[in-house]
Antibody
């Protein structure tokens, strides 16, 4: 079955960087559009970024544009999110997620368990 | 502030039907049939329950249904059950530079 396992979260100081990873299995990773979605403690879902199956097309939320970079390594079945210049408001659980199918990039079917990023000095 | 507007909370009694609205604009909800709905129980991962406005993924109860009129999408849950108590989020494809927008979420209480 589809499995998405995030890692790389932790406690980081404001202004520092972090790289989140998501190991995918149970499906042909290289053929699916992938997302990062985050959720601050006690808050709602916030979409962060998306990448096409081949990594050539990427979109970002305005709140992270210029600071975060989504990428993928299809040879390693792994999705990444490089997060730079972290701010307190970036603190959240970050979910790696797969679309339902590539005809609708906005419907997110499979979700990982998430990795927690805490921003604190 | 979320791009899509949902009521903060709704409630209903077991067996009743409730509807949650999701209001956007012509650049998102009104312009495309790419509206999704998610259910999230406390401490759990979100679950896709409706995609492409009105389609249910395999395994999702037919008590959940989706529709759209103009710039507003709706999720209807019929025959409310206690286990339906959860947070519900809508999302949509958007022609803005961001591609995907979420609603702020609606807390459903089953009284």
């Amino acid at each position: 079955q589809v499995q998405l396992v995030e890692s790389g979260g932790g406690v980081v100081q404001p202004g520092r960087s972090l790289r989140l990873s998501c190991a995918a299995s149970g499906f042909t990773f290289s053929t699916y559009t992938m997302h990062w979605v985050r959720q601050a403690p006690g808050k709602g879902l916030e979409w962060v970024a998306v990448t096409s199956f081949d990594g050539n097309v990427k979109y970002y939320a305005d709140s992270v544009k210029g600071r975060f970079t989504i990428s993928r390594d299809n040879s390693r079945n792994t999705l990444y999110l490089q997060v730079n210049s972290l701010r307190p408001e970036d603190a959240a659980v970050y979910y790696c997620a797969r679309v339902h199918d590539n005809s609708d990039w906005s419907s997110i079917y499979h979700w990982g368990q998430g990795t927690l990023v805490t921003v604190s000095s | 502030q979320s791009a899509l507007t949902q009521p903060a909370s709704v409630s209903g009694s077991p067996g009743q039907s409730i509807t949650i609205s999701c209001t956007g604009a012509s650049s998102d909800v009104g312009g495309h049939n790419f509206v999704s709905w998610y259910q999230q129980h406390p401490g759990k991962v979100p679950k896709l329950i409706i995609y492409d406005v009105s389609n249910r993924p395999s395994g999702v109860s037919n008590r959940f249904s989706g529709s759209k009129s103009g710039n507003t999408a709706s999720l209807t849950i019929s025959g409310l059950q206690v286990e339906d108590e959860a947070d519900y989020y809508c999302s949509s494809y958007t022609t803005s530079s961001t591609l995907v927008v979420f609603g702020g979420g609606t807390q459903l209480t089953v009284l």
